[in-house]
């Protein structure tokens, strides 16, 4: 059958593209290995000419296949399953690029254009380790390149093609009868975008932490490279480039955290969630590995270990891959990709870098230089490694928690996840976070291979008693009472807090004692001052997270589960002052917002005391992609010392036809009439009033009647309806106590002489809006983003500083 409006030459050329670039790294993978095996210079060139040919096809054929795709995407070409599943006519242009890395194999294109840039990088500047570092680079390219064919090799699904056709894809062969298929409105419109990605933040976070993940093929190809050739120079160069990986792949982290933050209402930036969890091992090993790569240069000692991280970095890399793209997390994890099932494939990934690469190193462990003499406890390289194997041994046990479904997928267990999983994790990281605080303050100080005790006790005093009484402070004023997980805990709190005060103050302190001021040559120190900032932030910023939004009304718009508790949700009736604690909120109105398709909810925040005002703009957007009702977005009012924020927990709009009506009720000064939820007392007839001549015009006179409506939790609201009387004409004036969803009318004067009137009374859930909010206050939270920022840039330092020393220029 012919298909009207097909543009299918553009997605052969995208085929054709990634098939190249298979073929292109399979070839260069050969001419790279081929050529570390000569010694033959003519030989070797004449492979190397190959290779870098090679190369460049492959770095054409990536680009151009990422070119493609987005041009198809951007050009709503719903012909195509790509397009048609991850975008719409209605999404924003900015969200485009997100389309592309919400699917895997988007996800393993932007991981393989990262790869051809450090390729070309590592060609232009480490010739000495091109063809062995580039060998292992290009395998990496040949089997995440498998990963985008979409073929079938012996009944066997190989990857998952971007390019195939949407007719192709879903089983509806009674749609796909009409040549005009692609006009009918579901196909047109597209599928969308997942809603959580629908934010800034997934347009540049993954990138960032993609190339952070592509950065750690660096030095585990060194480590390759040293095991192979029986060359243990390597290290050098590796350093900047471990130096480089840690400090992308863990702001990538961080922007992730600060997605979740902005845009998942948790009430918070980390939760311990598997695919965080995922992320975050690699980069614990690979500090690991770059500290004990420094004390290699310097003393000699731990390359074995220097070899062993580096490795096992990129391997949980690719073990994170497979957690987050085989599906396995699906039902655990807010991160996790859902789409074609690659588990063989992704396995097959891990295991054909992991087998080969142990075996070899195993194999070559003897032959690694290793001085037998143990290093001195009071020698910098001692604490370095001892720091070192607690972030391995951190590492170990986030692994272990994070790969419970792997057990159960594999033995057919049914372990079940903890009942308070963020605590199970936080119980045994405080401890972890006390050990790396103590060593980031203290390790500086010593010298390597020996420290004498004097110099040690002098250089380290004056920042131990700044750091003793800033803590103190913190901990005696700060009021920091998490006592929810026992004393022991808060103890531990406590205690972490004191070390990573030692940390900002005693790295701080270091650059002015020990280094004179001289900040060129203090990356390390800053990036030990961001440390120990992010851990004030996180230990501050969780210990004193306090719910504002306790539930004074006692209305519970839904039920108690694990997400929710009606306890800790406010519901606030629109237009109606609510007392939440030190402040009055209002909810003011909503719209919404048709290019973004959000619904903005308008909240105002008055605090009692009159000094603070503010709205906050939380937003819904509706469900999609198999989620149910509504996505919220918190939105947070930025101080510099806390953070309110706020979120969606429920919202009820009542924009339907009110079909309920007035039931009469005779009522005289005095009387207590009963509605469902509670009582009303007629107080008195008020002629005129001043506070209501908003309600009636001059040159009409005004009666309206004073109520109290008491509900049955006791709370009290006034009502006041009235008439207005010009001449013979008489307009009624109703009045709402709309968290009652309830309506009074003055109707009429029965008898003047004995005070008998007539009212209305209407008890209709149609004249009610409300919004269920839930409230965090995070104290000192951005002390955490600042952290993240100076550890970032003292990273950043520490590589420039390695690279002006000019530890390229003999490779």
């Known amino acids: 059958m012919q298909y009207n409006g097909e543009h299918l030459f553009i997605g052969q050329?995208?085929?054709?593209?990634?098939?190249?670039?298979?073929?292109a790294s399979a070839v260069a993978t050969i001419a790279?290995?081929?050529?570390n095996q000569l010694t033959i210079l003519s030989e070797k060139q004449s492979w190397l000419r190959l290779a870098r040919t090679s190369f460049i096809a492959e770095t054409v054929s990536i680009v151009s296949v990422f070119g493609i795709l987005y041009f198809i995407v951007s050009h709503h070409y719903h012909e195509y399953f790509f397009a048609w599943n991850h975008s719409s006519l209605s999404l924003l242009p900015k969200y485009l690029l997100a389309c592309i890395w919400e699917d895997q194999s988007g996800s393993f294109l932007l991981w393989n254009i990262w790869h051809c840039v450090l390729g070309w990088i590592i060609i232009w500047k480490n010739k000495k380790w091109e063809a062995p570092v580039m060998t292992a680079i290009n395998f990496a390219q040949f089997c995440i390149a498998t990963m985008l064919l979409g073929i079938y090799f012996f009944g066997t699904k190989i990857g998952s093609d971007p390019f195939s056709l949407l007719r192709h894809q879903l089983e509806a062969p009674v749609l796909f009868q009409n040549p005009d298929y692609l006009q009918l409105p579901k196909i047109h419109e597209g599928n969308d975008l997942n809603t959580l990605l629908q934010n800034y933040w997934m347009v540049i976070h993954p990138p960032v932490l993609f190339l952070g993940f592509a950065s750690t093929i660096v030095p585990f190809a060194f480590a390759y490279a040293g095991l192979v050739n029986k060359?243990?120079?390597?290290?050098?160069?590796?350093?900047?480039?471990?130096?480089f990986s840690s400090a992308v792949l863990g702001t990538g982290i961080m922007m992730g955290a600060a997605w979740a933050y902005e845009s998942l209402s948790f009430g918070g930036y980390w939760a311990w969630d598997p695919v965080e969890n995922a992320s975050l091992v690699p980069w614990l090993t690979l500090v690991a590995g770059l500290h004990t790569n420094l004390v290699y240069k310097s003393t000699g000692h731990s390359l074995r270990t220097t070899y062993f991280f580096y490795i096992i970095s990129f391997i949980l890399v690719l073990y994170s891959t497979f957690l987050t793209r085989s599906g396995i997390l699906g039902d655990t994890s807010v991160h996790a990709f859902v789409g074609s099932d690659m588990t063989a494939q992704l396995s097959l990934f891990v295991a054909v870098f992991f087998v080969p690469m142990m075996f070899l190193f195993f194999k070559r462990y003897k032959s690694i230089p290793a001085i037998n003499k143990e290093e001195n406890t009071y020698s910098r390289e001692f604490w370095m490694f001892i720091g070192a194997l607690v972030l391995f041994l951190s590492s170990i046990v986030i692994t272990l928690k994070t790969s419970v479904p792997v057990y159960n997928k594999i033995f057919g267990t049914n372990i079940a996840p903890a009942e308070d999983p963020v605590f199970s994790y936080n119980q045994i990281q405080i401890f972890v976070s006390i050990i790396l605080g103590l060593l980031t303050a203290t390790t500086q100080y010593f010298k390597y291979k020996d420290t004498p005790n004097a110099y040690f006790g002098k250089k380290i005093l004056i920042p131990t008693i700044i750091a003793i009484a800033i803590s103190a402070s913190i901990s005696l004023f700060g009021q920091i009472d998490f006592d929810k997980k026992g004393i022991g805990f808060l103890v531990a709190i406590h205690v972490a807090i004191f070390a990573a005060v030692y940390s900002v103050v005693a790295n701080a302190s270091y650059i002015w004692i020990v280094l004179k001021g001289k900040i060129k040559i203090a990356g390390a120190s800053v990036a030990h001052v961001g440390f120990g900032l992010v851990l004030i932030g996180i230990l501050i910023s969780s210990a004193k997270k306090e719910v504002l939004s306790n539930n004074t009304t006692g209305i519970a718009v839904f039920k108690k589960d694990k997400n929710e508790d009606p306890a800790e949700n406010i519901t606030l009736f629109k237009g109606l002052p609510t007392d939440m604690g030190?402040?009055?909120?209002?909810?003011?109105?909503?719209?919404?917002n048709t290019v973004e398709r959000k619904r903005f909810f308008e909240i105002d925040f008055k605090s009692k005391d009159g000094k603070e005002s503010f709205q906050l703009y939380p937003d819904l957007i509706k469900g999609n992609k198999g989620m149910e009702g509504f996505s919220a977005n918190p939105s947070s009012k930025h101080y510099w010392y806390k953070?309110?924020?706020?979120?969606?927990?429920?919202?009820?709009?009542?924009?339907?036809?009110?079909?309920?009506?007035?039931?009469?009720?005779e009522v005289r000064v005095g009387d207590t009439l009963y509605y469902s939820n509670g009582l009303m007392i007629f107080n008195k007839v008020l002629k005129s009033p001043d506070e209501l001549r908003s309600k009636f015009n001059p040159d009409e006179l005004a009666v309206f009647l004073d109520f109290t409506v008491i509900s049955r939790d006791g709370r009290r609201y006034e009502a006041r309806p009235g008439i207005a009387i010009k001449g013979s004409s008489l307009r009624q004036i109703p009045d709402t106590v709309k968290s009652q969803s309830l309506a009074i009318q003055f109707n009429k004067v029965l008898d003047q002489n004995i005070g008998k009137l007539e009212i209305g009374v209407k008890e209709s859930g149609a004249i009610t809006d409300l919004v269920t909010l839930k409230v965090y206050q995070f104290p000192m939270i951005n002390v955490l983003w600042i952290g993240v920022i100076i550890m970032t840039i003292g990273f950043l330092m520490s590589m420039l500083q390695r690279l002006s020393k000019k530890s390229l220029t003999a490779l």
């Open 231 to 243: 060359d243990h120079s390597w290290t050098k160069p590796a350093l900047p480039w471990a130096t």
């Open 13 to 23: 050329i995208g085929h054709f593209f990634a098939i190249l670039s298979l073929v």
């Open 643 to 665: 953070d309110i924020f706020v979120y969606i927990s429920a919202f009820q709009e009542n924009n339907k036809i009110d079909t309920a009506t007035y039931h009469n009720r």
């Open 582 to 592: 030190k402040y009055m909120v209002t909810y003011l109105q909503d719209t919404f």
């Open 32 to 35: 790279y290995f081929k050529a």
